[in-house]
């Protein structure tokens, strides 16, 4: 089997915004007790992080991190987790069932990003609260003092503001296991006033309104466009939420599943545009991507996914990832590079042990789960400017069904290519990085590209992501039966490249300059 590509450094999708390789942490399981978070943990610094989960962080290399939820954002009153720790309140949580012990915060979580040089991104809880306590959230954070909030956080050892950027209204407010759940009207009026509100106390802030929590939503589109009717002066983002499914057990379609990422953004896109159309606004409104994953084994009904009892941090949603799963999150790894001119903000949901590329044991170790290579690959060499390819590969046939509640909505996609890839070029170190998937699971692709105008390049460094058996998982015993190889075989010619790639897999080349 063959397939051809041809880049040239003048055609360009756009330019990746370090946003878009964010992550996610939510009060939810083991993602902050226990996971990033563990006073006690033999690796503990004096504020509780374990530095076994900072140092995979670091390798990981998110760049912004979306806290506390989720949906746990939409029953959670800030207030809770501020001030002396022994002070604060146990709640149940009503979003997974939990006892929330606040013991770990808004400026916990601050400190934590401070010590990763991570971005921190907040949500405001638009269900049980609105905007009035989404204001005082971004005073108390972010105003510089003289206020009684602002004063407040220098009460509880935090003097200077924190400076939180980029906000979200909200969360999957269209969802109806969402706490206080809106219609698109009621939804696009209070993100409207909370918007209003939030950048009256700081101007500086960056608003994303929520979009769709999944494609499959009854809502999907007449929201997008009733949210948008009201809150487009206020906002620069409109969120998508996309969790990848393999619950019939069929890896080509899985795997083709990422396509569907790619007509989502699509959609939204010219959903937003049009409302800027009838606007006649040159305005044009930035996507963030802000959860996406492969999730499914842990997911379904709330019943079969939570823990009796009000438990305190259980290990609910510990998805165990194996080899196709690495595969499928390559596919949507590259179709958000592809459409960086639009998606200027992503977060993997999540970063530690909830759906997560980094798994813990507690008072134990932290190793990488499979997704954790393509995400850090495309991290630390994706950043750029992704190139406009034309692309000819073979096509298959297949169905995709995602569930949606007790129905099962089918997908079908009738030319898939079994080649899938972004290419990016950093013209300041002059790299040009291939990210590949070669989505046959049982031929080679002979894969030969044309790479014009770029001088002559040289492999720098050249990897596969593959396993014989597409169920292999990392585990605690064997943490690294899943990780990227050597790719060997690569002809790279003048202005042209050949390599056979192995059947499902997912190659990383990146080409530098020729001395
Ligand atoms: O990431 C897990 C959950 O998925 C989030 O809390 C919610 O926003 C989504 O439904």
Not at 150 to 168: E, T, Y
């Amino acid at each position: 089997m063959k397939a051809k590509a041809l880049f040239d450094r003048d055609f360009v999708v756009g330019d990746t915004d370090p946003r878009l390789f964010g992550a996610f942490i939510e009060h939810l399981g083991r993602c902050v007790y226990g996971g990033i978070y563990e006073p006690g943990h033999p690796t503990a610094n004096e504020k509780g992080f374990r530095q076994d989960v900072l140092d995979l962080v670091k390798e990981l290399a998110p760049t912004i991190m979306r806290y506390p939820g989720g949906n746990f954002v939409s029953g959670y009153d800030w207030e809770d987790g501020v001030g002396p720790v022994e002070q604060r309140p146990r709640r149940l949580d009503l979003a997974w069932m939990t006892t929330e012990p606040n013991l770990f915060g808004t400026n916990e979580f601050i400190d934590w990003c401070r010590a990763t040089g991570i971005e921190p991104m907040l949500a405001v809880n638009l269900g049980t609260r609105g905007a009035d306590a989404a204001r005082r959230y971004v005073e108390y954070c972010n105003h510089p003092g003289g206020t009684t909030l602002s004063d407040l956080r220098k009460q509880h050892g935090w003097a200077q503001p924190h400076g939180v950027k980029f906000w979200c209204l909200g969360n999957e407010m269209d969802g109806p296991w969402q706490m206080e759940t809106k219609t698109a009207t009621e939804y696009g009026r209070i993100a409207t006033e909370a918007a209003k509100m939030m950048r009256w106390v700081d101007p500086s802030l960056t608003l994303a309104a929520c979009g769709s929590s999944a494609r499959n939503m009854p809502t999907f589109g007449a929201w997008e466009e009733e949210v948008l009717e009201h809150t487009f002066d206020h906002v620069e983002f409109i969120s998508l939420h996309t969790y990848l499914n393999n619950y019939k057990d069929d890896p080509q379609a899985f795997l083709a599943s990422a396509d569907l990422m790619d007509s989502f953004i699509e959609e939204v896109v010219a959903i937003a545009d049009a409302v800027a159309a009838k606007r006649r606004s040159a305005k044009r409104l930035m996507l963030s991507f802000d959860e996406w994953n492969v999730w499914y084994r842990t997911r379904g009904k709330r019943e079969g996914r939570t823990i009796p009892g009000w438990p305190v941090a259980p290990p609910i949603l510990e998805e165990i990832y194996n080899m196709e799963d690495a595969l499928a999150f390559g596919g949507a790894c590259i179709s958000l590079l592809n459409h960086a001119d639009r998606v200027k903000s992503a977060c993997l949901a999540q970063l530690v042990n909830v759906i997560a590329p980094i798994m813990t044991e507690n008072g134990g170790p932290a190793w990488r789960q499979t997704i954790f290579h393509p995400f850090a690959q495309m991290s630390n060499f994706g950043r750029g400017r992704v190139l406009r390819g034309l692309v000819d590969s073979p096509t298959y046939a297949t169905d995709y069904y995602d569930p949606r509640g007790t129905q099962e909505l089918h997908f079908p996609l009738p030319a898939v290519p079994y080649l899938k890839l972004s290419a990016v070029h950093n013209a300041g170190s002059g790299h040009v990085t291939l990210f590949v998937l070669n989505r046959h699971l049982d031929e080679a692709l002979a894969f030969e590209t044309e790479l014009r105008s770029f001088g002559p390049l040289a492999v720098e460094q050249a990897t596969q992501l593959r396993h014989d058996d597409l169920k292999a998982v990392n585990t605690k015993e064997r943490p690294d039966q899943v990780a990227p190889e050597p790719l060997r075989g690569i002809d790279c010619g003048p202005g042209s490249l050949r390599v056979s790639l192995p059947p499902a897999s997912w190659c990383m080349i990146r080409l530098a300059p020729a001395a």
